[in-house]
């Protein structure tokens, strides 16, 4: 368990607490994402927090300790969440909106997180939408979203991948990302985009960091490095043992040209709504549509 002997936990307060929170499709980066910014030294990162009252006996927490909860980060923030609550921590869940009870574990929650880790910048890549839209509602927390954004054809690869149509994928995809950019536009949330994250990490972070309040950190770039206590996430990013940061570009061998040419085609109009940055100019050119 990690502390920072700078902060004072008995002073934690929910309004000083600051949420990033990671929404986008699967298979877009958000693991990535979350373990850039979580190598800051002033953030905590919760991963798919969401899963938290699901986790079965066999899930393990990304520290090595199985299962999770059993961890003694989580032990601490169990304990100080039950005491607040009053409602078993392996029990909750932190999705539902319909109990009335959303705004208090969430609060509860992150306020517990922050006590223990002694930060009180946390990352959250749960990605739901819905969740998101609850926790910018609820006082007392800052919610900083992240709306991420893949290539569609490397989405909706991974989407064949587990048995589902393309020209179905293409328009779920449309509908998801477009919901997303309704939902957060408001709030003046530019989009990030998976390819400009992974061609040059550094000039997405820097600009993203400011907005969180923090100044980068070189060392966020050794993001593979130091104990987690996260849930869930992409496997292969995990267990990645090389920091060296590159664009999933499978895609590219497995889709046919009319799958290519057809999802295109069916995503046009979200990617008009959110075009990419600086992969238009990437030296490869590989992001380029
Ligand atoms: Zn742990």
Redesign the pocket.
């Known amino acids: 368990m990690e502390r920072n002997p700078g902060v004072d936990r008995s002073r934690t307060e929910p309004e000083s607490i600051k949420v990033v929170y990671i929404t986008s499709l699967g298979h877009s980066g958000s693991t990535l994402m979350d373990m850039l910014i979580s190598s800051h030294s002033q953030v905590v990162s919760v991963g798919e927090a969401h899963q938290i009252g699901r986790a079965p006996e066999t899930t393990p ?3 090595g ?1 199985r299962p ?1 909860l059993t ?1 003694p ?2 032990r601490a923030v169990a304990e100080d969440f039950e005491k607040v609550t009053s409602v078993p921590f392996n029990q909750i869940d932190l999705e539902d909106t319909t109990t009335g009870h959303f705004e208090e574990y969430n609060v509860a929650f992150y306020t517990a997180v922050c006590r223990v880790s002694g930060n009180r910048i946390i990352v959250d890549s749960s990605k739901n939408l819905s969740r998101l839209v609850g926790l910018l509602q609820t006082p007392g927390l800052t919610v900083k979203p992240i709306h991420l954004i893949r290539d569609p054809r490397g989405v909706i690869w991974s989407s064949m991948r587990k048995g589902k149509n393309w020209v179905y994928a293409s328009l779920q995809y449309n509908v998801l990302v477009a919901r997303t950019h309704y939902a957060l536009r408001s709030h003046g949330i530019t989009p990030v985009h998976y390819e400009d994250l992974t061609s040059d990490p550094m000039a997405v972070l820097e600009p993203l960091m400011k907005k969180i309040g923090l100044d980068v950190e070189e060392t966020q770039l050794d993001w593979t490095s130091g104990p987690r ?1 996260n849930f869930g996430g992409n496997e292969d990013t995990w267990n990645s043992e090389d920091r060296t940061i590159k664009p999933d570009i499978t895609w590219r061998s497995r889709l046919t040209r009319l799958q290519k040419a057809g999802i295109k085609l069916l995503t046009l109009p979200v990617r008009w709504l959110n075009p990419p940055v600086r992969s238009q100019n990437s030296s490869a050119g590989q992001n380029s549509w």
């Open positions: 927490c990304r520290c300790v999770g961890c980060f989580w206590h």
